[in-house]
């Protein structure tokens, strides 16, 4: 008898979203949530999961604490939203729950919470077969920015906010068990963290690259209907020797994990140089596609993407 075959990581949002609870979600389908209570609370959650995003060995308990705060954050600050509560919840196997290891994961995520200014406000603890650490936030302050814009028109830029490839470059080799450099490793265990969105007056659509870059600019062109058009050669890379990798497209469009962002923007956003500020990496090209799509230009020319590989439940 075959085995039924695996869900996918979408086809599980999908089920979730046909929910009648789900459908009375204000805002659908993006990072981050509202609901009312005396103003607009917006809540967001995000997980680390040992076999999934992490090994042991890989790293500390400290670097635990960074990776997930680092993920919760980036998809507040991708929303143009101040998170300023938190609930904690940590599922962990008996070799963590160790003084040592409980005491440095939390000291790290304290120093963070204080230094960004979130209150923890609870969570929950139990014991499990592999370490699960997961964030909630909370948030009221700011203007909120989603992935869908009824303001996009042709002509607009997608832009990018950091840098990407460094931590899929260096999960790869890990997994190959080869050696990686401090500086590679820094990539992984301390994935950039901003503290404010550039310009948010200009942006118009806003998506973090959690997932792949492709499936990032998948996302921005399915929920506004539009065509886009990507320079990758324009793509801010975490290692510039990434360029000269013989799998260079494939490489740097799967590339996940590293918390850039990616937006469509008017024309008039100021594009300064640096890691905190947008640059211009391509453009909508068309607007009301009944099939949105992303086209990939390289050196001139387009060229066919690489079979998407990013998948959480992989």
Known sequence: MPRPARLSE????????NLRCSRRNRIQGDDIAVFRGSRNVYAASDALIEGVHFKHGWLSPADIAY?????????????????SAALLNLSLRTASARHEFVAAFLRRLDTLFHTHGLTLI?????????DHFSLTFLGTAGKFIGRRSRSIKRGDLIVQ???????????????????????EMRFFRAPQIFTALPHSGHLKATIDQSDSVMKSL????????????????????????????????????G??????????????????????AFRAVGFVDSIHQRKARVTYILNGHPIKPPADGFEHFA
């Open 67 to 83: 990776k997930l705060f680092a993920r919760n954050w980036s998809d507040f600050l991708c929303k143009g939203i101040r998170p």
């Open 255 to 276: 590339a996940a994990e590293d918390l850039a962002v990616f937006a469509i923007a008017d024309a008039r956003l100021p594009l300064p140089r640096g890691s905190a």
């Open 122 to 130: 609870g969570g929950d603890t139990a014991r499990s077969p592999h």
């Open 10 to 17: 979408t086809e599980i949002l999908d089920l979730i979203a």
């Open 161 to 183: 906010l950091g840098y990407v490839g460094g931590s899929t470059a260096v999960v790869d080799k890990l997994l190959k068990k080869l050696p990686c450099s401090e500086k």
């Open 218 to 253: 998948s996302l921005l062109a399915q929920n506004n209907d539009a065509g886009l058009t990507l320079e990758i050669s324009k793509l801010q890379l975490s290692r510039p020797d990434l360029r000269r990798h013989k799998d260079f497209p494939a490489n740097v469009l």
